[in-house]
Nanobody
Framework: QVQLVESGGELVQAGGSLRLACAFS????????MGWFRQAPGKEREFVAA???????RYADSVKGRFTISRDNAKNTLYLQMNSLIPEDTAVYYC????????????????WGQGTQVTVSS
């Protein structure tokens, strides 16, 4: 059974940066495509970024150029570097895993973490 644990969320001022991490355990991390999603109060969960096992990446238009997804297979960890944060980035951020090669931008992932809160003040 795959387990995912996010960390790194906190309160930050607009224009600031944060790096989120997602610790993966239970299976072979390098076999999984990974994604970051976020959910703001009263809104649906939305795609942020994805990376597959051969390090192809994809981003939501709203974060392109500001966020970077990466993975360290030796550490079984997924990262999301977030720069130039704006108040609209405020949400609970979730990492997700799916055992496939393709990049998935919908919520059709097999495993989800519990989320970490990111709050951007204006």
């Amino acid at each position: 059974q795959v387990q995912l644990v996010e960390s790194g969320g906190e309160l930050v001022q607009a224009g600031g940066s944060l790096r989120l991490a997602c610790a993966f355990s239970g299976r072979t991390f390098s076999y999984y495509a990974m994604g970051w999603f976020r959910q703001a109060p009263g809104k649906e969960r939305e795609f942020v970024a994805a990376i597959n096992r051969i390090f192809n990446t994809r981003y939501a238009d709203s974060v392109k150029g500001r966020f970077t997804i990466s993975r360290d297979n030796a550490k079984n960890t997924l990262y999301l570097q977030m720069n130039s944060l704006i108040p609209e980035d405020t949400a609970v951020y979730y990492c997700a895993a799916v055992g496939t090669l393709v990049l998935i931008t919908t919520t059709h992932y097999d495993y989800w973490g519990q989320g970490t809160q990111v709050t951007v003040s204006s």
